[in-house]
């Protein structure tokens, strides 16, 4: 995962990040990738559509 605030984590099952303001995050799984704009707490979530990832904030 690659924010636009400089923030990258790479990880499995989960991880945490704080963000001071809206930012847009690419996602990338193996070849594949989505964008999701995060501008509260909470969880992301990606789904597999098979050509790309659908990324939402829930």
Do not use: P, W
């Not at 690659?2 to 799984?29: L, N, P």
């Amino acid at each position: 995962m690659q924010c636009g605030d400089g923030q990258t984590a790479e990880f499995v099952g989960s991880t945490s990040m704080s963000f001071t303001g809206t930012v847009t995050c690419r996602v990338k799984v193996d070849k594949k990738q989505g964008v999701v704009q995060i501008d509260r707490g909470g969880t992301i979530t990606c789904s597999d559509n098979g050509v790309s990832l659908t990324c939402g904030q829930g």
